[in-house]
């Protein structure tokens, strides 16, 4: 049973969306030659739980294939869930078509990665923000919306943009009408499917920094999908580390980029671009995570970094490791890793050496 989020000062909860065990399991095509075997399915995601706070972004981490985009998918509802719940604040929703789903649509948008694919080329930008007022907030002065909309996505003055269709505008012009139009329902929760890794990197700090004005002026719950970890670093209050369909790591931004404690996560901090390492700044040699990302077809046993992982122990094998609390990285910090359990950490301090952190 989980326990009801904590009330603000307000006396209202300030959590918008919450996942809880949340699974996707999809189911492989059979072969002629395997009729009569059982059907195989790719564990795409499993048991994954996060919380989307009003005025916070949450970022989620992790390489391509981990997962990342079908969470973002099922939170959406455009996808449903093999198992678990996905809660509208705290209350279970189940909204695949019809008006439940635009009513939910209303409250929880999505923006999704490549801006071209997501936009109708053969539509101008007047029509794409119309139909979205026109379904969402009926009544409404359209051309005080079309304005409204442009200026906060900063495409101004409006009329320039207004009667282009979506190849005479640049793809950060692209990402910020399509954030126009996520933003036209109103919602309090946005899915930003990594937003940013189609557009180039002279701009994209200017939609992150825009993402970041409308989380501050709309109060709204961000889910920000990158496998940028240093972007996360920069852009987001909670991050979330995801391998193989798993969490892995998560807490404070601070803590989980600075102060890394699964090995995974200190794969991915190693492999960002670091200026004090091409400046030749003494560091610390690790041991390297070898291997490939496992099949989600057949999951390893126990953990599933275990393959890679060069602090691999026995138990790691057999035993899949529960979210435990990382000591000294910063409130709320918890690592599914063995290495952090008190046992190992009890044994670790007799031999003289610490966990990796």
């Not at 795409?44 to 009003?54: G, H, K, T």
């Not at 994209?204 to 409308?214: K, M, T």
């Amino acid at each position: 049973m989980t326990a009801s989020p904590a009330p603000t000062a307000s006396g209202t909860t300030d959590v918008v969306l919450e996942a809880v065990g949340l699974t996707k399991h999809f189911p492989v095509r059979r072969r002629l030659r395997e009729l009569g075997r059982a059907r195989r399915s790719v564990r795409a995601v499993d048991d994954v739980s996060l919380v989307l706070r009003r005025g916070q972004v949450t970022a989620m981490v992790g390489e391509s294939g981990s997962g990342k985009s079908t969470v973002a998918r099922l939170l959406a509802q455009l996808v449903g869930q093999t198992a678990g719940e996905i809660r509208l604040h705290d209350k279970a929703i189940r909204a695949s078509r019809g008006r439940a789903f635009r009513a939910y649509c209303r409250r929880v948008q999505m923006v999704f990665q490549d801006p071209f694919a997501s936009l109708n080329p053969i539509h101008t930008v007047r029509y794409h923000l119309t139909r979205a007022l026109r379904i969402h907030r009926r009544g409404e002065d359209l051309w005080a919306g079309l304005d409204d909309l442009l200026t906060r996505v900063q495409l101004t003055p409006p009329e320039l943009f207004l009667s282009k269709y979506p190849h005479e505008l640049s793809g950060g012009q692209r990402q910020r009408v399509a954030i126009a139009r996520a933003l036209a329902a109103g919602p309090e929760a946005l899915l930003a499917d990594e937003p940013v890794s189609m557009l180039d990197v002279s701009i994209r700090l200017g939609v992150l920094n825009l993402l970041r004005d409308l989380r501050d002026r709309l109060d709204l719950a961000i889910l920000y999908i990158t496998h940028d970890i240093a972007s996360a670093r920069y852009f987001a209050d909670e991050v979330l580390v995801m391998y193989a369909g798993q969490v892995v790591e998560g807490g404070d931004g601070e803590a989980v980029t600075q102060r890394a404690a699964h090995p995974y996560t200190q794969l991915l901090v190693s492999s960002a671009p670091d200026p004090d390492r091409i400046a030749g700044a003494a560091v610390v040699e690790e041991p390297e995570a070898g291997g490939e990302p496992p099949s989600l077809i057949n999951p390893p046993s126990g953990c599933r970094f275990h393959p890679r992982c060069p602090h691999v122990m026995a138990r790691c094998r057999t035993e899949a490791p529960p979210r435990l609390p990382v000591t000294g990285n910063g409130t709320g910090h918890w690592a599914a890793c063995w290495l952090y359990d008190a046992k190992t950490v009890s044994e670790s301090a007799a031999a003289g050496s610490e966990p990796a952190s």
